[in-house]
């Protein structure tokens, strides 16, 4: 067997976020779904960046998001996406990379521009993206680099990236590389509204091909036609391996089998911006899954890791995840103890 040298590869949209702060009205005036995660041409893309106020720009995208918070637990993981050989294209590349991501997909030499994620946080920390997919959409089974799939614990695929066809296919490839491997296929369904518009090839997905699966509340009820959580649960956890399910600030709840975990959502000052809380949480999970600890202490270094990211604005961390999270969960190991 392919020896283990990653713990996790992610697969998904590789992207630029621009973030700025905003309010109600301007959501309004622009015709944006509050909270959600919008599609958008080039043209679309161009105008909003010329309308929106003062702007950030970082590497993003879901899965990048979950590589780099890997990596700033200690981990060792690679991402695999798509960008174009123009100027947002080094950047997600540099980003990425000085984060301690390995990226080793060849850039493309033609067709759209890299993409870019317009994302607009309002007062009450909510985030409205939206998002040109640009060069991302062209990622494929060709540009699944096997060997790290083969060589990672577990290999996390971004639900964003199901709206493409090819990318549809590259996820296939990856799950039966991995488990051909003895490795492990993760999900994370991403967006509800992507949920209603693949609900039934979602479904067969994850009972066929997943081991791990992401999703919060709002999702899995959705994926499933549940009329409550616990419904939902009930169904998923026939499913899967293993389903972690957040609920904003109620936590999370942690199913494999028979066994049930709820974690509670880490303690923040103030949300600021709730851009990549999902993502964190899934690094964190997905860190400690792979490195030895049980379910509830991946679900507890899960809520530590996406606290530290709603507490300012961008989708990375700004703390260096590793100690903070051996220091919080040395301290509540103690008090159990």
């Not at 995660?37 to 106020?53: N, S």
């Not at 637990?73 to 947002?88: E, I, N, S, T, Y």
């Not at 030895?292 to 202490?297: E, N, P, V, W």
């Amino acid at each position: 067997m392919t020896a283990q040298t990653l713990d996790v590869v992610t697969i998904g949209n590789a992207l630029v976020d621009v973030l700025a702060k905003t309010d109600d009205a301007f959501l309004a005036a622009q015709d944006i779904p509050k909270g959600s995660m919008t599609l958008i041409d080039e043209a679309r893309a161009l105008h909003l960046y010329a309308a929106m106020g003062p702007a950030i720009e970082v590497s993003g995208g879901s899965a990048g998001n979950t590589a780099t918070g890997v990596a700033s637990l200690g981990g060792r993981a690679a991402f695999l996406g798509k960008v174009r050989d123009d100027q947002l294209g080094a950047i997600f590349t540099h980003d990425i990379r000085a984060a301690g991501v390995a990226f080793d997909v060849a850039h493309a030499v033609a067709g759209p521009a890299t993409g870019r994620s317009m994302i607009l946080v309002t007062p009450d920390a909510h985030r409205s993206m939206n998002t040109f997919l640009g060069a991302a959409v062209d990622f494929g089974p060709d540009d699944v680099i096997e060997a790290q799939v083969q060589a990672a614990a577990v290999t996390y695929m971004e639900g964003y990236l199901w709206d493409s066809p090819s990318a549809k296919a590259a996820f296939l490839k990856a799950a039966r590389l991995a488990h051909a491997a003895g490795r492990k296929i993760s999900l994370t369904l991403s967006d509800p509204f992507l949920v209603n518009r693949y609900k039934e090839e979602l479904k067969d997905f994850v009972e066929k091909h997943v081991d791990i699966v992401f999703a919060n509340e709002e999702e899995v009820c959705g994926l499933y036609d549940a009329a409550n959580f616990d419904a939902a649960l009930q169904a998923v956890r026939a499913h899967c391996e293993v389903a972690a399910l957040t609920r904003s600030e109620k936590g999370a709840v942690i199913v494999a089998g028979e066994e049930v975990h709820v974690v509670d959502a880490a303690a923040v000052d103030k949300v600021v911006d709730t851009t990549g809380a999902g993502d964190l949480f899934a690094a964190g999970f997905l860190f400690g899954l792979t490195n030895g600890h049980g379910l509830y202490d991946s679900g507890r270094i899960g809520a530590l890791a996406a606290a530290e990211v709603i507490s300012h604005v961008g989708a990375r961390p700004q703390l260096k995840l590793a100690e903070l999270v051996t220091a919080e969960l040395g301290a509540s190991q103690a008090k159990r103890a």
